[in-house]
């Protein structure tokens, strides 16, 4: 297997272990334009859920300034960790299958 394939698939694959690290290193030490491109892009795509945490405070403020002593449910927070539930699930199936194609390709 080309070890070129296995770093650019590493990058991918460590959201699983080491989300941020590990392709932040394989971008300072590969020396190839292929390793280095999908290290930049693993490690972007594993910013993304992160993106959920101004949703998920969002909808915390939204139903904080909304709540009274009727005991209504929090729907704006159950919503929010919802939606961000599935970002993160959804990049994490990406990024798998995407470290997998890189790694079983030609």
């Given at each position: 297997?080309?070890?070129?394939?296995?770093?650019?698939?590493?990058?991918?694959?460590?959201?699983?272990?080491?989300?941020?690290?590990?392709?932040?290193?394989?971008?300072?030490?590969?020396?190839?334009?292929?390793?280095?491109?999908?290290?930049?892009?693993?490690?972007?795509?594993?910013?993304?859920?992160?993106?959920?945490?101004?949703?998920?405070?969002?909808?915390?403020?939204?139903?904080?300034?909304?709540?009274?002593?009727?005991?209504?449910?929090?729907?704006?927070l159950?919503?929010?960790?919802?939606?961000?539930g599935?970002?993160?699930?959804?990049?994490?199936?990406?990024?798998?299958?995407?470290?997998?194609?890189?790694?079983?390709?030609?």
């Amino acid at each position: 297997m080309d070890s070129r394939k296995v770093m650019a698939g590493i990058s991918y694959l460590s959201v699983l272990f080491a989300p941020f690290v590990v392709p932040i290193i394989i971008f300072f030490v590969a020396q190839e334009e292929f390793v280095r491109n999908h290290a930049k892009k693993a490690f972007l795509s594993h910013l993304i859920p992160w993106l959920a945490f101004p949703i998920i405070g969002f909808a915390v403020y939204a139903d904080f300034a909304r709540l009274n002593s009727d005991g209504e449910i929090p729907i704006f927070l159950m919503i929010g960790i919802i939606v961000s539930g599935l970002i993160g699930f959804a990049v994490t199936i990406w990024n798998l299958v995407k470290g997998i194609k890189i790694l079983i390709s030609k």
